[in-house]
């Protein structure tokens, strides 16, 4: 049977070819998504409450009502990724309720290409 072929690290600048996953051994301690749980990247009770209020305030999807479709807000966004930084994590302001498939496209699109700080 044919193995799989390696893939290049995912990290910025990184060209090593590995077996699995998105980053190699080096670069996946700079990754704490691909390593933490969600509970322990901030998402844990106090998220899923807070999350559960701002969606009754806004119940749309803010995208979708742009483009004047009505369709439900099912995903709280964070507009600015907070990547570990509490503030950005729990001010409302950086908030935005979205359906899962704008979230989703948004996430590929902007938030896959993080500015890394060193």
């Known amino acids: 049977m044919p193995y799989r072929p390696k893939t290049p690290c995912r990290h ?37 409450s807070k999350r559960k209020l701002f969606l009754k305030k806004h119940p749309l999807c803010e995208k979708c009502k742009a483009e004047g479709k009505y369709i439900e807000a099912t995903v709280v966004d964070h507009i600015v990724p907070h990547r570990g930084d509490e503030r950005l994590m729990w001010d409302e302001n950086n908030w935005q309720a979205f359906c899962k498939p704008c979230h989703d496209k948004k996430t590929g699109t902007e938030d896959s290409t993080p500015t890394y700080r060193y």
């Open 12 to 48: 910025p600048g990184c060209a090593k070819l590995i077996d699995s996953g998105k980053y190699c051994s080096e670069h996946l301690p700079l990754h704490p998504e691909v390593t933490k749980s969600a509970s322990k990247r901030g998402y844990n009770s106090k998220w899923q």
